[in-house]
């Protein structure tokens, strides 16, 4: 049972456009929301997070938005450039205060065209 | 700065043999852990340690069993391998087990 959900597993974007990439969740229990972005023979670096007091949380490009009442955040870049292309992974974790433990998604695959 | 490190970066194994990984981790930190990523799939969390012990573990069977050394480095021992254990295997590092998460470049197993 996926406690973390991409459902798109890929998606091309023109470059300068808006890219938006979606994830859902189930467990109640996930206070802590992470995207990580993976290029080829590298692990996951970290990108962006919220935390489940906030809605909204921006750094440069990168726009993380989280609904709560829905299990749904989604990341928007904008504009989007071609060094984006890579595997976004959404991830979720119960509160950090004690251990940090990301449940990930499998992963969305964004392709910027020029 | 050096980041985190894992190797080796290739290898491939017969069913049932063992192997082991090694992980050091970005200096500073004092927390590893390990995750399974299968083709397709996100990272799924193994084991962590801290202080020299399993912290928590993930649901992985005892074939997965792993070791953190004094200087925080780490192995990550898999015995009697299958073929479902085919996958990338990440290292993450932290500083404190409730710290951001770095991940190494990951070592490619492939059972055969």
């Known amino acids: 049972d996926q406690q973390v959900k991409q459902n798109s597993p890929s998606l091309s974007v023109q470059e300068g456009r808006i890219s938006i990439l979606n994830c859902d969740y189930t467990n109640s229990m996930f206070d802590y929301f992470l995207w990580y972005k993976k290029y080829p023979a590298e692990g996951p670096t970290f990108l962006i997070s919220i935390s489940s007091i906030k809605d909204k949380n921006e750094d440069g490009r990168f726009t993380v938005f989280l609904n709560k009442s829905a299990k749904h955040l989604s990341l928007h870049i904008v504009p989007s450039q071609p060094g984006d292309s890579a595997v976004y992974f959404c991830a979720a974790s119960p509160h950090r205060g004690g251990s940090y433990i990301p449940t990930f998604g499998r992963g969305t695959s964004l392709i910027v065209h020029p | 700065d050096a980041g985190v490190t894992q190797s080796p970066t290739h290898l491939i194994k017969t069913r049932g043999q063992q192997v082991t990984l090694r992980c050091s981790p970005k200096?500073?930190?004092?927390?590893v852990s390990w995750y399974q990523q299968a083709l397709g799939q996100g990272p799924q969390f193994i084991f962590q340690?801290?202080?020299?012990?399993?912290?928590q573990r993930g649901n992985f069977p005892d074939r997965f069993s792993g070791h953190q050394f004094p200087n925080y480095s780490s192995e990550l021992n898999v015995n009697a391998l299958l073929l479902g254990d085919s996958a990338l295997y990440l290292c993450a590092s932290s500083l404190g087990p409730g710290g951001e998460q770095y991940f190494g470049p990951g070592t490619r197993l492939t059972v055969t």
């Open positions: 200096s500073g930190h004092d927390t």
């Open positions: 340690y801290y202080e020299e012990e399993e912290r």
